[in-house]
């Protein structure tokens, strides 16, 4: 961090100089960038991808651990059987539980 900051400091159009030392990094990313980044609808999905785009065109390295690969997997499939399940309950449920429900959700 301390070259980032001076490199900047001294020049600040030392782009390509910054480019070529971050090039020698990699970035892991977990699964609440990973996920936020994929959901549209999250709070912090413009912050994910931006994040995501500027390590890429940074030339950092980007990878992904196969246990964090299938953590996301998993959280995604938990939300859609989830999701799935309500509707199913929201077909026999009064507007109370139907309410409940979105809020479970």
Known sequence: MYFITSSYALSPGSDKLLKRYLQQ????????????????GHPNH???RRLLDKSRDA???????S???NEVVAHAELAQ?????????AKHAKT??????????
């Open 59 to 65: 030339g950092i390295g980007r990878k992904v651990l």
């Open 46 to 48: 413009d912050i994910s």
């Open 96 to 105: 109370d539980d139907i309410l409940d429900a979105y809020v479970r959700l």
């Open 25 to 40: 990094h990699v970035a892991y990313f977990d699964s609440n960038i990973i996920l936020q980044a994929m959901s549209p």
């Open 67 to 69: 246990a964090i690969f």
């Open 81 to 89: 059987k989830t999701y799935q399940q309500l509707m199913e309950d």
